[in-house]
């Protein structure tokens, strides 16, 4: 039971080119999420799935897209790189969204570098 | 404005000794605050979770406190160990699909 695994686990980019960040889970959960997290800053949400078949915008959406393949895996895209998009990147996934008890569980992250 | 703010940004403190790490926030409405423990490299982990109705809740040497009125949130970590040495991140909810707003984190040093 690996929980949420995510690849690659470092990137360096070139301003300009494409990469996909993988996502998967092994809970069952019906709900996943991309979240990035800058120095001195708190997990801004950049797109959330909460449920198979369904995808929406989070805080931070712009120059990303996410593709939910299945139930277990949940990927992001960057199309065109660019500098601002240096960061460290999580997703997460969580039996439903919302709710009182909505525990996120997170991947160990993927540090994107883009020169 | 962040609806989630931090205090201190950072804490150094010698193994064997107690500290306390604050939340505020602005969320509204209220559903939820957590707090996650985040070591270097890795994914944040939850540690507590409180509702509107709970005070206090303990998770081993861990001891959250809630007061809704004011809306303020306070860990405490007793007897700290050198594995505390973490990002500490508190979490509050509205309840809504994606509503999620994270702190930027307390980082804790324990020093032996």
Known sequence: NAGVTQTPKFQVLKTGQSMTLQCAQDMNHNSMYWYRQDPGMGLRLIYYSASEGTTDKGEVPNGYNVSRLNKREFSLRLESAAPSQTSVYFCASSDRAGGSYNEQFFGPGTRLTVL | ?112
């Open chain 2, 1 to 112: 404005k962040n609806q989630v703010e931090q205090s201190p940004q950072s804490l150094i403190i010698l193994e064997g000794k107690n500290c306390t790490l604050q939340c505020n926030y602005t969320v509204s409405p209220f559903s939820n605050l957590r707090w996650y423990k985040q070591d270097t490299g890795r994914g944040p982990v939850s540690l507590t979770i409180m509702t509107f109705s709970e005070n206090t809740k303990s998770n081993g040497r861990y001891t959250a406190t809630l007061d809704a009125d004011t809306k303020q949130s306070s860990l405490h970590i007793t007897a700290s160990q050198l594995s505390d040495s973490a990002s500490y991140i508190c979490v509050v909810s509205s309840g809504h699909r994606n509503d999620m707003r994270f702190g930027a984190g307390t980082r804790l040093t324990v020093k032996p």
